[in-house]
């Protein structure tokens, strides 16, 4: 009721253009020796989180910190299978919890009768709401 209320007066002025989404979740950090991948190349997570954007810029944020230690690093191993791990390492660590999370709203989604029963139930705590809410954005606390 509130989108339909929100876009009661809006005007069509050209065709839908969409890119179809293959798959959500983790792809290829390193898909070539010295390349990584950071934003939407690295993890597609679900447009319904609202954190597409975060995720990108914290991604470009831990490969650059990873960058910059890989050439500032003295005596640590600056080969680039060192960086590859590095970058894989902090990738999980930042972003494999809400990826998960992401994945199971997304399946509890589809799931109408789930689906259904976890709105009711979020519509009960706010704080839980909340936690959720901030759980799909690295900040569960």
């Keep these: 009721v509130r989108a339909a209320t929100s876009l009661a007066g809006v005007q069509f002025v050209d065709d839908w ?3 179809p989404i293959d798959r959500y979740g983790r792809a290829d950090l390193v898909p070539a020796p010295g390349l990584l991948s950071i934003g939407d190349a690295a993890a597609f997570i679900d447009p319904f989180t609202g954190s597409g954007i975060l995720l990108a810029l ?5 490969a650059a910190e ?13 080969s680039l299978p060192h960086l590859a791990m590095a970058y894989r390492e902090r990738y999980a660590s930042a972003m494999n ?3 998960q999370i992401s994945a199971l709203l997304r399946r ?10 976890a709105v009711h ?6 704080k839980l709401s ?9 900040r569960a606390s």
């Design 17 to 19: 253009l969409a890119v």
């Design 58 to 62: 914290e991604s470009a944020k831990i």
């Design 66 to 78: 990873v960058v910059a230690a890989h050439m500032l690093g003295g005596n640590v191993d600056r």
């Design 97 to 99: 919890r809400r990826l």
């Design 108 to 117: 509890t989604a589809f799931v109408p009768m789930l689906g259904e029963m």
């Design 121 to 126: 139930g979020l519509a009960l705590s706010e």
């Design 130 to 138: 909340w936690r959720l809410a901030a759980a799909t954005r690295g």
